[in-house]
């Protein structure tokens, strides 16, 4: 089973970025929480990481044939872009959203997210954590088909 994982802007600089909202371990770390739940678990990763959102996009269209899954954080994509979920739709690609914070308790405008309508389910307020529970809710579902 092979699933992507893809953050967006600004994650690469978790550990530095706003600590109070998303804690203090860094980007290398969530890279290696994710891949050693990954190899725990007997699953193929690869994690992408990018600021721009033509190239999250160009990553989801490689995928298709590639991955059994993906897992996003869109990051400030979620609440913007539309051009992401019409790209997990266009693979149709089995996808979680994550987010570290729980966007239903900050900012309205983070309120709304476009891409959660092209994911099967939303994580969110869970941190490290909600990556791996996505992975998992991946697996299950691949697993079932
Ligand atoms: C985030 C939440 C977004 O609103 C924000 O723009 C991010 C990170 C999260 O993981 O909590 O960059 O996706």
Redesign the pocket.
Known sequence: MKILIIN????NMLGVREPE??GRRTYAELCAFIQDYCKDNGIEAKIFQSNHEGAIVDEIQAAYRVFDGLVI???????TSIAIPDAIKAVGIPAVE??????SK?EEY?HRSYTAEACIATI??RGFEGYAEAIALLKEKLCRE
């Open positions: 967006g802007p600004n994650l909202i998303y954080n869109p990051a400030a994509y979620t609440h994550v987010h570290l914070s729980d966007i900050r983070r969110a307020g």
